[in-house]
């Protein structure tokens, strides 16, 4: 026990734990900064601002990193059944005791603070998925194991969104990486990313466009692209029926976006389109949010000087819009060093994968890379408008004690996965 | 195979990392609206007074008031009683209304302008009752205001800066809404005058509630205050200049000679400067501009005269110094195309200046032309009006003297090369041009160059340009070129020949009886300027005392006909005044004061009210209502 837990130090990639100390640590100032009140010069030492309560989210975090370091390796792929229905219940929970913040029914209250399920159901999620697709029995081409991993994907979707949290319910289209990775057919993200893309067009032109448009490309393909061979009739209605289908996808996107979209969604969707189009309304955030970056321009206003953000110009700016708070105060330098810092720390995790001797940590691996990279795609997107306004939090540095946590102890479990390497090579 | 799958993946990171980071290069380095549409900070420009304006005694002839703008704030604008307000106001219903609506399509929740420049009277009159009227508030602006009704053109005015002149500007300081000075030393000393804008930064949050000052105020620059000007004019004499000028058109310049000072300028008609400064800007302009008899021109400066048989001064003086003549040269009546007035025997230069003999001079600028070893008299006549050309240059004809206003003529002095364009090279002499010599023809001045020529006769030779501020920021601090002595060149001796001559003309020569003073000698040459149009324009230019001069004048009167009878009596009443302080000439000065000449000023005739390239937008001191609109202008960016 002494050796292992003296290899575990050894062992533990260093630089991930360095990227991840040195984000929760910007994250920390610059939710000071967010929440800093020149005039009543608040104090980072005081549980009574969000500052302080980071500061006690980041420093319990450091005893949740003991503990699972502390942990033997295999309990999380032996527990990950476990853990998941835990999770789900936990999301049943919150729907029966769980009590309302801000229009979202997901919250269990706990004393002062308030606990998100939704969070950390990423978590077992993730473990379920990777247990479950590394089963040596599993085959990821096989249409019934397809529907088993789309089960445990949709189950704790489904849940979220009944509580109302769109935002998070969409984190878990982000399985579709390690899915891929673990050998799903190709035409499957394929059909994911060309339903983004045909989603997003959608939006912009008029549907009868994208509709002709389909049918040219779906003429121009067989005519010359498939061989002249292949052209049979066979061909021509399998064709057409895959084109049929993305016509009927965007005709069904319209309809989404009017009539099974909330309004507030809705609206969301086309300040994206046309910031202008509702200034002081929901085009709000986006307006001043880019006008909070923008005024940062190369070196930023200096720490604590930023006044987009202070002033309160930017709702929601020490939690989802923390980085405006970065790019004011820090500039294109400061901004440019946390996306670099983000997109290393998601390369790194793919490497760790790829080295990783059980398939089980590999697709764990993927599954914090791809979660990662869907919250870093998303709230950075919407900060910056290219992206639609989803309120979801920007891992280690949004001000939160649910991510804060669940975020550590996604990316611990594999680090602890990883650091046992050594030892599973000789194991199996 | 799924192997290389990884590579996507890396690749799906890294792509959407290089699109965001591109992305924040635009948006935070490359491209500036959104910093310019930054709505925590506000730029407060601090408009510092601009600098007053005193006379050499120390009296105020330009300062500041105090008056207020009215703003209203559509949306805490409550009231039941309208009409009570706009009696309060002095203004109708349906003003109030319009005034409102554009409040409102401006801005319902920022406040607008309401009413501008309303006077501290009229403040003290409404302040208590407008607490029942919430909306308004109040922002302090100031007006240039005028000790007394004088000094118009010299002062000039102030207005808010045109479209043009703001993209025009060189180091970029003024910005929209700014009041810059459009004329006379308001624009000559612009700089000078306003001094230098501060800005405070200062936040203000979400709801636009000040925050306090950014980064403790480290960027913000201090005001400095406008430096004030110490005018050299004589506040009193220039008021009794311009009385004496009611009635005539024409113009006053009054010297010290010693220091090239200005001690009164008047151009008449002339205007009161108040008018500028008032709400009723543009109405007042265009009046003025309209009117016949061109009050705007400073005759002064800016108008084109023959200087007449006052240049017969320095026509003596150069041939003189030339050696063309002697001081005791005789000239017969006989071979000269001019008449004389009539008068006694003539005894030299003197004499010839004292009965102003037309002959006499008609025979000194021949002398002046052929005074050289050519004899083609077309060469010879060439060589002789370049020397003449180089004499009459440094008595201050032909070019600007430098006074300190925007607007000073050149004037006209023929030079070979003039001739030869005209004629054709040496193919003209002295016959072609003789009208010089009695100071007709092509020469042309204004009356400050004829001031200026008396100052240098009562200096024996030199002159410091004329200016009009003896001190800039504190008194007798004038700028360098003004304390420079220009010399003619002519030897002292030559000028107490001219000298005793204009001082007999006043004593027994062209000079009218009247315009003797009691004590005091004046010289004095009087000067009849032809014009195509109508009567001659009266001219004198005279200095006194005789030695140790102190005051030199010379007084333009348009169509009144002789020099001696009309300018001559104007210009001994102001030498009085300024030398002993009071008149005792009481009938004199009366009869002068109330003599009306107008009926003869020549109205030219095109006066089609041609409206200027550039039409002076009225004086508004409201800086802090551009800010108003700077900030709009960024909302407007973002609402499109």
Not at chain 1, 140 to 160: C, E, H, Q, S
Not at chain 1, 178 to 194: D, F, K, N, Q, S
Not at chain 1, 380 to 401: A, R
Not at chain 2, 47 to 62: A, H, S, T
Request: glycine share 8%; with cysteine.
């Amino acid at each position: 026990m002494a050796r292992n837990e003296q290899d575990i130090t050894q062992n533990i990639d260093w630089l991930t734990v360095l990227i991840y100390a040195a984000c929760v640590t910007m994250g920390l100032f610059n939710v000071y900064a967010a929440i800093y009140d020149p005039e009543e010069q608040t104090k980072l030492f005081d549980l009574s601002n969000s500052a302080g309560r980071q500061l006690m989210f980041i420093g319990s975090a450091v005893f949740i990193i003991i503990a699972i370091l502390v942990i033997d390796h295999k309990f999380w792929e032996a527990f990950a059944r476990i853990i998941y229905g835990f999770s789900i219940f936990l999301l049943l929970a919150v729907l029966v005791f769980g009590s309302e913040i801000k229009g979202s029914h997901s919250w269990i209250k706990l004393g002062s603070f308030s606990l998100q399920p939704a969070e950390f159901s990423k978590i077992g999620t993730a473990l379920m998925v990777s247990k479950f697709i590394t089963q040596p029995n599993v085959n990821l081409n096989k249409f019934k194991d397809k529907l088993w991993v789309a089960g445990i994907l949709i189950l704790p979707m489904l849940l979220i969104l009944v509580s109302k949290e769109t935002g998070c319910a969409l984190v878990f289209a982000s399985f579709m990486i390690v899915l891929y990775r673990e050998g799903i057919e190709g035409i499957y993200p394929a059909m994911l990313l060309i339903a983004i893309v045909l989603f997003i067009l959608s939006l912009f032109f008029p549907i009868l466009y994208i509709c002709l448009g389909l049918a040219a490309l779906a003429a121009i393909v067989y005519r010359f692209i498939i061989p002249r061979y292949d052209r049979s009739k066979k061909t021509l209605i399998n064709l057409s029926l895959v084109f049929g289908m993305m016509m009927l996808f965007v005709s069904s996107v319209d309809f989404f976006t009017k009539h099974v979209l909330q309004p507030h969604q809705r609206k969301r969707i086309d300040v994206l389109i046309n910031p202008k189009a509702d200034p002081t309304g929901k085009g709000w955030n986006v307006i001043q949010s880019k006008i909070a970056i923008g005024s940062g321009r190369l070196w930023g206003k200096g720490f604590l000087d930023g006044t987009q953000t202070k002033f309160n110009f930017v709702p929601e700016q020490h939690s989802d819009f923390i980085f405006c708070t970065i790019g004011e105060e820090h500039g294109f330098v400061g901004s440019a060093a946390v996306v670099l810092l983000i997109l290393g720390l998601m390369c790194r995790i793919i490497f760790l994968a790829e080295r990783q001797r059980t398939r089980f940590a590999r697709a764990y691996g993927y599954c914090v890379a791809g979660i990662l990279f869907f919250h870093f795609l998303v709230n950075i997107g919407m900060t910056i408008g290219l992206m639609v306004v989803i309120g979801i939090p920007l891992p280690f540095f949004s001000y939160g004690g649910s991510s804060m946590w669940a975020f550590t102890i996604l990316l611990f479990i594999f680090l602890k996965l990883d650091a046992q390497r050594p030892y599973t090579l000789s194991r199996t | 195979m799924s192997e290389n799958r990884k590579f996507f993946v890396y690749g799906l990171f890294v792509v959407v990392g290089i699109i965001y980071l591109i992305r924040l290069l635009f948006l935070q380095v490359l491209d500036n609206t959104y910093e310019t549409a930054s709505n925590s900070i506000k730029a407060i420009p601090d408009v510092p007074m601009r600098g007053q304006i005193y006379d050499r005694k120390g009296n105020l002839i330009v300062f500041n008031t105090l008056v207020y703008d009215l703003y209203v704030t559509p949306n805490k604008f409550k009231v039941k009683d309208t009409l009570s307000l706009c009696n309060l106001l002095k203004i109708t219903k349906n003003d109030f209304d319009s005034l409102m609506r554009v409040a409102k399509i401006y801005s319902r929740a920022k406040p607008s302008l309401f009413m501008r420049q309303l006077s501290k009277e009229d403040f003290a009159r409404i302040q208590d009752a407008m607490v029942d009227y919430p909306g308004f508030e109040y922002l302090k602006s100031s007006i240039r205001t005028y000790s007394a009704p004088t000094f118009a053109h010299a002062l000039g005015y102030v207005s808010e800066i045109s479209k043009k002149q703001l993209d025009n500007q060189d180091n970029l300081y003024y910005h929209q809404g700014d009041l810059v000075g459009q004329s006379g030393l308001e624009k000559y000393y612009e700089e000078q005058l306003r001094g230098r804008r501060g800005v405070r930064y200062v936040m203000q949050d979400v709801h636009g509630v000040a925050k306090g000052p950014w980064k403790d105020g480290e960027l913000d620059t201090i005001a400095s205050a406008g430096q004030n000007l110490y005018s050299s004019i004589d506040l009193k004499l220039q008021q009794y200049s311009d009385s004496l000028m009611a009635g005539k058109a024409g113009a006053v310049v009054a010297i010290e000679p010693s220091s090239g000072e200005i001690l009164a300028m008047t151009s008449a008609p002339t205007y009161d400067p108040a008018l500028f400064a008032t709400r009723e800007f543009s109405k007042n302009y265009s009046k003025l501009y309209r009117d016949p008899y061109k009050p705007l021109n400073n005759r002064a400066l800016s108008g084109s005269y023959r200087p007449g048989s006052t240049f017969k001064t320095v026509q003596a003086l150069v041939a003189m110094q030339e050696g063309a003549i002697s001081p005791g040269s005789i000239f017969s009546h006989a071979g000269a195309p001019m008449k004389c007035h009539g008068h006694g025997g003539l005894t030299g230069v003197s004499s010839a200046i004292q009965w102003s003999c037309n002959p006499y001079f008609y025979h000194v600028f021949r002398r002046m032309l052929y005074a050289n070893s050519e004899k083609n008299t077309f060469k010879a006549s060439a060589i002789g009006l370049t020397k003449w050309h180089d004499y009459t240059e440094k008595f201050g004809f032909g070019h600007k003297l430098g006074i300190d206003l925007p607007s000073e003529s050149s004037g006209k002095l023929p030079d070979v090369k003039y001739y030869d364009k005209i004629y054709g090279e040496k193919r003209w002499k002295f016959s072609n041009i003789y009208s010089l010599s009695i100071g007709e023809g092509e020469l042309l001045i204004n009356p400050l160059k004829l001031a200026n020529l008396a100052a240098i006769i009562a200096n024996r030779g030199w002159y410091i340009a004329p200016h009009l501020v003896k001190g800039v920021g504190k008194n007798n601090n004038p700028l360098a070129q003004y304390t420079e002595k220009h010399e003619t060149g002519v030897e002292p001796h030559y000028f107490e020949t001219v000298v005793n001559g204009m001082e007999m003309a006043v004593i027994r020569g062209t000079v009218s009886r009247g315009a003797i003073i009691p004590d005091v000698q004046m010289c004095g040459k009087t000067g009849t300027s032809q014009n195509k149009k109508g009567k001659d324009h009266s001219i004198f230019i005279a200095f006194a005392p005789k030695y140790n001069p102190k005051i030199a004048i010379a007084v333009l009167v348009e169509n009144a006909g002789f020099g001696g009878f009309y300018a001559a009596p104007v210009a001994s009443l102001i030498i009085e005044k300024y030398i002993k302080g009071h008149v005792d000439r009481k009938a004199y000065e009366h009869e002068w004061k109330n003599k009306n000449l107008m009926q003869n000023v020549i109205i030219l005739k095109p006066q089609t009210p041609k409206p200027k390239e550039e039409k002076p937008t009225p004086p508004k001191s409201k800086p802090e209502a551009t800010i108003v609109k700077q900030t709009t202008a960024a909302e407007k960016k973002i609402n499109g």
